[in-house]
């Protein structure tokens, strides 16, 4: 290492020490944890490749060759269906010169090959072809750079980190029991929509992950869940929704379905397992499905038989869920693209036989999700671009935000780990 490179190593620590210390407790993020790319670079090594994070749904490469590109702050890995049926998540950076190899964002490939000097590689990423290389070139050794993958329940899920995986088992049981009823391995894609949100990472989440805005925000949102929305209100209606999730929870548990939640999450798990969180909660009574007139827009999916009006709801990690109702699925991503920018993905998902423009219509399978994704961008723009004013400071957390709270003092705690381990 250079001297100037340790300099700006020792720099950096420096930075990084001096904003935790001053951080407040029990306080929304100072400043440059939402703009500064110094801190983005921390969040990619201790928040994001340090847990599994959701790619896609397994549709999307039913057959050998079928693959997608997954992009996470500059990076891309080619997801991609091998001979065997096995999934293969390759760094898509030629090992010759560094070009992208696939510039296509998804399809069907025999065979990559990189656009600049055609080095071709197999579907696992080997090396197959080097044109006018050496007698002594070995190519073994320049096989296209992997990231670890698997797939659990319809749900293809990457490792970006250089150590070991956290152990997913736990998880992998947990969407076994909760989402094994919706049969989502076997289900197809109704729509899917990708867009950007011009705001950190962080405060993208923070969002998704508090519902105390629902009323205010979400209208639509906050008439389908009671449950989830009515414990931020003062009118009584907290303790309405109490009894609601009682009363529903002794009539389906009757029905054979699965109730209660399991959680693994921050502080909850294990040393070296992913955190996650299953549950399920009721809907407004009014509604049977997550729609615009609480009416089925798709058929059943999977073993279930009667509609019990229930929301199944996932989380692994903090920047990837799941919610299924009895007709349809939603799959939800957020990825960092800049300090100020963020990937998001929603796919929905039906029964794999269920016919489109017969037994679904696209539109209204994604309308509640698609209404409360786009008023989310709204307020979240308009939170970066408050957090950017030289009056911003920190705000205190309400009662109503304790997952918000919860995760944002479990990446200070893991950001303090890291820089505490580089001193050493």
Not at 44 to 72: K, T
Not at 213 to 222: K, L, R
Not at 377 to 389: C, D, P, R, W
Request: proline fraction near 5%; hydrophobic fraction near 40%.
């Amino acid at each position: 290492m250079s001297n100037d490179a340790a300099l700006a190593s020792e720099d950096e620590l420096r930075f990084m020490a001096d904003l935790i210390q001053r951080q407040p407790k029990g306080q929304t993020l100072l400043q440059p944890f939402y703009c500064d790319p110094r801190v983005l670079e921390w969040d990619l090594e201790v928040a994001l490749r340090s847990g599994w994070l959701l790619a896609g749904h397994a549709s999307r490469i039913r057959e050998p060759g079928d693959y997608f590109v997954y992009e996470i702050a500059g990076e891309q890995l080619i997801v991609v269906r091998g001979d065997e049926g096995e999934v293969h998540a390759l760094v898509n950076v030629c090992r010759h010169r560094g070009s992208r190899v696939c510039l296509e964002a998804e399809g069907n490939a025999k065979a990559f090959v990189c656009p600049y000097h055609a080095w071709t590689y197999a579907r696992d990423g080997a090396l197959r072809s080097a044109r006018n290389m050496p007698d002594d070139f070995d190519r073994g050794r320049h096989a296209l750079h992997r990231a670890q993958a698997c797939e659990v329940e319809g749900l293809i899920f990457l490792y970006l980190g250089d150590g070991d995986a956290p152990d997913l088992a736990p998880a992998s049981r947990a969407m076994a029991e909760f989402l094994g009823p919706h049969a989502l391995a076997s289900a197809q894609i109704a729509e899917r929509e990708v867009g950007v949100v011009n705001a950190n990472w962080k405060l993208v989440i923070e969002n998704f992950l508090e519902c105390y805005h629902c009323a205010s925000a979400h209208p639509e949102y906050t008439r389908r869940n009671p449950v989830t929305a009515w414990h931020y209100l003062e009118d009584g209606r907290g303790e309405s929704a109490k009894q609601l999730a009682v009363d529903w929870t002794k009539r389906v548990a009757q029905l054979g379905h699965v109730v209660g939640g399991i959680y693994q999450l921050d502080g909850d798990a294990p040393e070296g397992v992913q955190g996650f969180g299953c549950s399920r909660v009721p809907l407004d009574p009014d509604f049977i499905s997550q729609t615009r007139d609480g009416k089925p827009v798709a058929p059943l999916m999977g073993a279930l038989r009667v509609f019990d009006g229930g929301e199944t709801g996932v989380q692994v990690g903090h920047t990837s869920f799941v919610l299924a109702y009895n007709d349809y699925a939603v799959l939800i991503r957020f990825t960092p693209k800049t300090p100020l920018e963020t990937l998001y993905e929603f796919t929905w998902l039906v029964a794999g036989d269920a016919r489109r423009g017969t037994d679904y219509e696209p539109a209204d399978v994604a309308w509640l999700w698609r209404t409360t994704n786009d008023q989310d961008t709204t307020i979240v723009n308009a939170n970066q671009q408050g957090v950017l004013s030289r009056w911003y400071q920190p705000g205190p957390y309400s009662e109503g935000e304790p997952y918000t709270r919860s995760f944002i003092e479990g990446y200070l705690a893991r950001l303090r780990q890291a820089v505490e381990a580089r001193r050493a």
